[in-house]
């Protein structure tokens, strides 16, 4: 009958669909993650975040203020030149050799660490819009599925309904199939909402209006081999990078504090005012006093710069610590995505075997039509079963893309 070969052909039509891939489609994916990249909130935080950072260098290179003093007598004390009127007074401090270079150094290595920053949240960033755009398509796909099952349905409501007027079939028959269709109606318009909520959040990290339609994808396949995995890259993550800039700022940090121990230069300039005696003529008579001045801070009590060693030694402990237990937490999350993507695999193979064979049941199935046999509660159950399927399937190419992206974030 046309009826059994049309049915057929669109069932088998839902199996390839997901065997091809577009190379336009894929293009679109890398344009949204450039469109994230460049207007992301998070990522302009971060990068103002370094640029805050890099501009403290011009902060730290300076030297103590100038201290400015004057003076006035108000009881004039009386030198053998003359009464002291007042007293102007500057004084610089400088810090100890190399101090000034140490410190820059130290705040650069704190700037390189919030570069880091930006690379992780460039990454996370990159991974967040694939499998929110991974998502979007699996829900599109089954909302597609869907339709075709629904349409399949209506279909067999009419084999039902011509059944009943000769007898073959009863009115419950035709009640259950219309009640599946009911079924499968509600759950295509919960994906369809779904699909917006989904939607709203990758347009949400493109920082765009929540509206904006998004261009989909309809086809994707898993590929029959794997690309290689370089574990040589893995310690080349940003996270376990950054862990070695925190160590090397720490490094800088304790030669600043050496430095900062060490003491203080002090330059200054005293000049007193005097006024001439009256009635005395001599050649120092009012001569004005001027005298340079060099002091020296030193930091006897240097507890402090002993605790910050200290300090800083324990620090750099914790840092390898907390690194090593990073890593152990990303080996092992990527172990889990492989294993996962190897599952993935496997289950739409299993899935696929499973469609086909339940394809020739309802072949077989809608044939018996023929002779006037037929079932059509055996029917949907066996529509049931390649919803099922079809489905699994879905998940499976999905579960696939967001464990390559999550491999992803971590090798490349």
């Known amino acids: 009958m046309s009826f059994n070969k049309n049915i057929h052909k669109s069932t088998i039509f839902v199996i390839f669909t997901l065997l ?30 370094y640029s805050i950072a890099s501009e403290k260098v011009n902060e730290v290179n300076a030297v103590p203020n100038t201290e400015l003093g004057v003076g006035y007598f108000v009881s004039e004390p009386e030198t053998r030149t003359g009464a002291q009127r007042f007293k102007v007074s500057a004084k610089q401090m400088m810090p100890w050799f190399g101090s ?14 919030k570069y880091e920053d930006i690379v992780i949240a460039k990454r ?18 089954k909302q597609k599925v869907l339709m075709h099952n629904i349409e399949l349905l209506e279909t067999y409501e009419t084999l039902a309904l011509t059944s009943v007027e000769v007898g073959n079939a009863s009115v419950v028959d035709v009640l259950r199939l219309q009640m599946r269709q009911n079924e499968l109606e509600q759950v295509k318009e919960v ?24 261009n989909v994808m309809n086809e994707l396949t898993i590929p029959s081999e794997d690309t290689l995995i370089n574990v ?25 504090n050496q430095k900062e121990s060490n ?6 300039l005293d000049y007193v005012s005097i006024d001439k005696r009256p009635n005395m003529s001599f050649s120092d008579n009012g001569k004005d006093i001027i005298m340079p001045m060099v002091s020296l801070s030193i930091p006897i ?26 890593l152990n937490k990303l080996e092992t999350v990527l172990d889990k995505a492989v294993k996962n993507r190897v599952s993935a695999k496997i289950s739409f193979k299993t899935q696929t075997k499973n469609l086909k064979q339940a394809n020739d049941a309802e072949e077989i199935l809608i044939k ?29 190419v999905k579960s696939y893309y967001i464990q390559t992206t999550i491999i992803n974030y971590l090798i490349q």
């Open 263 to 268: 003491p203080m230069i002090g330059f200054g």
């Open 191 to 214: 994906l369809e909402q779904q699909y917006l909520a989904e939607q709203t959040a990758l347009n949400k990290l493109l920082n765009r209006d929540k509206s904006t339609e998004v």
């Open 124 to 141: 996370k960033l990159l991974a967040s819009v694939s499998q929110s755009y991974y998502n979007l398509f699996a829900n599109l796909a």
């Open 368 to 396: 018996s039509y023929e002779t006037g046999t037929i079932d059509f509660k055996d029917v949907l159950d066996i529509q049931e079963l390649q919803l099922k399927f079809q489905t699994n399937q879905i998940e499976s």
């Open 100 to 113: 000034i270079t140490a410190r820059e150094n130290y705040v650069s290595s704190l700037a390189d660490t």
């Open 232 to 256: 040589e890259n893995f310690s080349l993550h940003p996270e376990l990078i950054k862990y070695d800039k925190i160590y090397q700022s720490v490094e800088k940090a304790e030669l600043l």
């Open 20 to 49: 091809f891939v577009l190379q336009a489609n894929a293009q679109q994916l890398e344009i949204l993650i450039e469109e994230a990249l460049k207007n992301s909130p998070e990522i302009q935080k971060f990068e103002l975040q």
């Open 301 to 326: 009590f240097n507890k402090k710069y002993k605790s910050q060693t200290k300090q800083n030694e324990l620090q750099q402990q914790e840092i390898t610590a907390q690194k090593q237990e990073r």
